[in-house]
């Protein structure tokens, strides 16, 4: 069974801290993709990293694939209220449909 | 363009009903999925479509059905109602095939307690 873990579960940070969340596996991913959450909204896309060691921005996120495409990091500078939600990883490791999301890192920023 | 969207929002069911989650999509998209989120989990697969008349069984079809008769329209079928379908449904489309190659476009969910 493949799955995707990630860490922590849930953050609580003060306006303007540093935080990076984490999504691990023991399967290899052919890509894996970042999604924001909020309450009583479906997932929306934040970004698709497909090669190894990969490193995508996206203002004040900052996106990395492992080497082994095993793993993946997601790290805000300076997080605001605005940043607030679900954080969840989706992986693809059979190609087609086969994707699996992790369970999300819950994220509450503090004005 | 008004994208993905599910009705009804909110639904109570009673053991042993039926009901059908509605999902729309006005982009042209041929792929649409039907996923289901618990508390504490990830999003798991339901059932899926590459396009109309065609639909395919996911990670956790069991209790559920769909049809894709035109390629805007995807219903969730829910036959017997048991408590654990209790859940938040999302309905989902894309442009290319998987969401690894193309991005998945959510619906706002439809949160279904069955007591």
């Known amino acids: 069974t493949q799955l995707l873990e990630q860490s922590p579960q849930f953050l609580s940070i003060q306006e303007g801290e540093n935080l990076t969340v984490y999504c691990n596996s023991s399967s290899v991913f052919s890509s894996l993709q970042w999604y924001r959450q909020e309450p009583g909204e479906g997932p929306v896309l934040l970004v698709t990293v497909v090669t190894g060691g990969e490193v995508k921005k996206l203002k004040r996120l900052t996106f990395q694939f492992g080497d082994a495409r095993k793993d993946s990091s997601l790290h805000i500078t300076a997080a605001q209220p605005g940043d607030t939600g679900l954080y969840l990883c989706a992986g693809d490791w059979g190609g087609g449909f086969k994707t699996i999301f992790g369970a999300g890192t819950r994220l509450f920023v503090k004005a | 363009n008004a994208g993905v969207t599910q009705t009804p929002k909110f639904r109570i069911l009673k053991i042993g009903q039926s009901m059908t989650l509605q999902c729309t999509q006005d982009m042209n998209h041929n792929y649409m999925y039907w996923y289901r989120q618990d508390p504490g989990m990830g999003l798991k697969l339901i059932y899926y479509?590459?396009?109309?008349?065609?639909?395919d069984k996911g990670e956790v079809p069991n209790g559920y059905n769909v049809s894709r008769s035109t390629t805007e329209d995807f219903p969730l079928r829910l036959e017997l109602a048991a408590p654990s379908q209790t859940s938040v449904y999302f309905c989902a489309s894309s442009y290319l095939q998987g969401a690894s190659t193309d991005t998945q476009y959510f619906g706002p969910g439809t949160r279904l307690t069955v007591l």
């Open positions: 479509s590459v396009g109309a008349g065609i639909t």
